[in-house]
């Protein structure tokens, strides 16, 4: 069941700024969807137009059935949680989890329930009589979390909330949002530009890019197979490596020429995906984890390998991995291994690549290149 659905959305600021521009996005019923993009790409824009901070220019938004687009915020019957927790500082935890209650005269008694089970489910009981200036941040966020639950939303938006955390509370916190999605079954829209945040929380996500929808899909699908290269380039630490170069024949063979005249063989399963592009730019992507670096030839390699000679430029060991850094004509690339061998700054190495791991992209959109 579709709890809410965005058509053909817009947001436009004065000066012709598109905050949103045309996005279409359907959320499931229990489902906790990741809104992910770097800073100005939309998502905060989009949260707003969600819970009615701001209006649409254009477009259609439909939460559990009716149309919401121009109800004022306190008929969507949406919960909002800010990146800075938004509480009253002049109020105890428990006069700030039951406020909202408070303003829709919520009875005293069914407020005291709320407001107990949401400490409950969220470990701050013992918080109740403090003032936001004697918690901790993370404690902070989550009485964020619990103002949000004591209203028992249709819809929960999630406005980059652990962003201002140190790395351990954020993963704690990260396992206490997905356990709370799943004992409320409320649908989430949670945002962040953190890529490890979004590939660990959601169940889905959706890539901005300048307030556009660029793919949306399960983490793995979104990994796995980028729609273009922007999507390509957000996930992974990492990021993806990218190699610009063009497609030429070679005795009917095709030749994969990198900037600064390196030819490298296609594997045979690409040539006739990539046909259309000879003479053509085209980028090859591959990740760093899908590269192994070898001395020889033989060792890593079948006869369909994609083969790179390169020299190590840099070394970067971080305990259970190690980061190579490589000059291959004109680019560099990262290698994330374990290796076998141990590397030496200014080794001359092969980087070694399975062509189930190659990615092309066309040079001029950026569209991942498909078979078929």
């Known amino acids: 069941m579709v709890a809410v659905e965005i058509s053909h959305l817009c947001k436009i600021f004065p000066g012709e700024i598109r905050g949103v521009d045309d996005l279409c996005l359907k959320i499931d019923d229990h489902e906790l969807l990741v809104l992910m993009g770097p800073s100005g790409c939309g998502k905060t824009t989009t949260l707003r137009l969600l819970a009615g901070l701001e209006q649409p220019t254009t477009g259609r938004i439909v939460i559990a059935g009716r149309a919401a687009e121009r109800l004022p915020p306190r008929d969507r019957d949406v919960a909002m949680v800010f990146q800075e927790g938004a509480l009253y500082p002049h109020l105890s935890v428990c006069d700030n989890l039951g406020f909202g209650l408070k303003l829709r005269r919520t009875p005293r008694g ?45 819809l929960f938006l999630l406005d980059e909330p652990l962003a201002s955390l140190d790395a351990a509370l954020r993963r704690q916190l990260r396992q206490e949002i997905r356990g709370l999605h799943q004992r409320l079954g409320v649908p989430m829209i949670f945002v962040t530009h953190d890529a490890g945040e979004a590939l660990a929380l959601g169940q889905r996500i959706a890539v901005l890019r300048d307030g556009r929808l660029q793919q949306a899909a399960d983490p793995q699908t979104l990994y796995d197979r980028p729609g273009n290269r922007f999507v390509a380039s957000l996930l992974g630490s990492p990021g993806m490596n990218f190699l610009d170069g063009r497609v030429e024949r070679d005795d009917g063979c095709g030749l994969f020429i990198l900037a600064g005249n390196t030819r490298l063989p296609v594997p045979e399963c690409y040539r006739l995906m990539i046909e259309a592009y000879v003479g053509r730019p085209i980028t090859l992507g591959v990740r760093p984890e899908h590269l192994v670096l070898s001395t020889e030839y033989s060792v890593h390699s079948t006869q369909d390998s994609f083969v790179i000679p390169a020299v190590i430029e840099a070394i970067e060991r971080l305990g259970s991995e190690t980061h190579v850094y490589l000059k291959t004509g004109e680019h560099t690339l990262i290698a994330r291994t374990q290796f076998g061998i141990r590397p030496a700054v200014g080794q001359q190495v092969l980087t070694v690549a399975m062509p189930e791991h190659l990615r092309f992209f066309d040079a001029a959109s950026e569209a991942a290149i498909r078979s078929g």
């Open 110 to 154: 069914e407020i005291r329930e709320r407001v107990a089970e949401a400490a409950a489910v969220l470990g701050i009981s013992e918080l109740l009589d403090r003032r936001p200036g004697q918690l901790s941040y993370g404690q902070q966020q989550r009485v964020a979390l619990g103002r949000a639950i004591v209203r028992r939303p249709k």
